[in-house]
């Protein structure tokens, strides 16, 4: 018995089903390796802010990428947070108005802007029930295709 179990493969030494043998492809798409440094996305997000209030308070600022589509926009995702990752995502609240937000590790929403583009808006992010513009930035970075602020 012993020696049929080792002339077959070791399961765990078989090629995951996104692999492509001999391609020199890297597992960066894989959760449990991205690190907020992915190379593979079309489309990354830098989050900034000029309020020290704001980077004291929300731990959301930095680099996303995209990470798969929801409702039919893109969604990001950003720095590691001790295991967990700050989001950008699109929805459509239950009064009816299109809006991205941007939600900490723990998935609270901590800004948002009203808007149906198709990424999410440069500026004009606001806290939950605010009603001044926040000093908050958000710049594509790379080859995108889209642009914040549409």
């Given at each position: 018995?012993?020696?049929?179990?080792?002339?077959?493969?070791?399961?765990?030494?078989?090629?995951?089903p996104?692999?492509?043998?001999?391609?020199?492809?890297?597992?960066?798409?894989?959760?449990?390796?991205f690190d907020?440094?992915?190379?593979?996305?079309?489309?990354?997000?830098?989050?900034?802010?000029?309020?020290?209030?704001?980077?004291?308070?929300?731990?959301?600022?930095g680099?996303?990428?995209?990470s798969?589509?929801?409702?039919?926009?893109p969604?990001?995702?950003?720095?590691?947070?001790?295991g967990?990752?700050p989001?950008?995502?699109?929805?459509?609240?239950?009064?009816?108005?299109?809006?991205?937000?941007?939600?900490?590790?723990?998935?609270?929403e901590?800004?948002?802007?009203?808007?149906?583009?198709?990424?999410?808006?440069?500026?004009?992010?606001?806290?939950e029930?605010?009603?001044?513009?926040?000093?908050?930035?958000?710049?594509?970075q790379?080859?995108?295709?889209?642009?914040?602020?549409?």
């Open positions: 018995m012993d020696r049929a179990l080792e002339e077959e493969e070791d399961p765990l030494d078989r090629a995951l996104d692999d492509d043998e001999g391609s020199g492809a890297d597992d960066y798409d894989r959760d449990e390796d907020g440094d992915y190379r593979g996305s079309s489309s990354a997000l830098l989050l900034s802010t000029g309020s020290e209030e704001l980077s004291m308070d929300y731990d959301v600022f680099r996303y990428v995209e798969g589509k929801e409702n039919g926009k969604t990001f995702l950003g720095p590691k947070t001790e967990s990752r989001s950008i995502a699109f929805v459509t609240g239950g009064d009816g108005k299109p809006t991205w937000w941007i939600y900490d590790a723990s998935g609270g901590c800004f948002y802007a009203e808007t149906d583009a198709s990424m999410p808006p440069r500026s004009g992010w606001r806290k029930y605010g009603d001044e513009d926040l000093d908050i930035t958000l710049e594509v790379g080859a995108s295709g889209g642009a914040a602020g549409d």
